[in-house]
């Protein structure tokens, strides 16, 4: 059983960064694509952004596409999320969750392990 941890949310004013960290362990995540998504209370969870268990290929939700960039270090087996240039609709609790699979998807039902998440608030 794979187990991520986020951190660095925080608030920020808009138009700051913020960078997320997601730590796995129990399990090596390096052959596996992972990915963030987003929810704010009474919604459903959106996708952000996605990698490929080599980071060679990430794709991204269009409403970040620009901003947000996402990274991993497989030694360390970690994922990043850098978001540049925030803005109010981007508040949101920030969760990472991995796949079994190591080639990407933006599909909330082809993760199989969750994070809790780490909010993310941007004021105006």
């Known amino acids: 059983q794979t187990q991520l941890v986020e951190s660095g949310g925080g608030l920020v004013q808009a138009g700051g960064s913020l960078k997320l960290s997601c730590v796995a362990s129990g399990r090596n995540v390096g052959g596996y694509a992972m990915g963030w998504f987003r929810q704010t209370p009474g919604k459903e969870r959106n996708f952000v952004a996605a990698?490929?268990?080599?980071?060679?290929?990430?794709y991204y939700a269009d409403s970040v596409k620009g901003r947000f960039t996402i990274s991993r270090d497989n030694a360390k087996n970690t994922v990043f999320l850098q978001m540049n240039n925030l803005k109010p609709e981007d508040t949101a609790r920030y969760s990472c969750a991995i796949r079994r699979v190591s080639h990407y998807s933006d599909s909330e039902a082809d993760f199989v392990s969750w994070g809790q998440g780490t909010q993310v608030t941007v004021s105006s």
């Open positions: 990698i490929t268990w080599n980071g060679q290929i990430t």
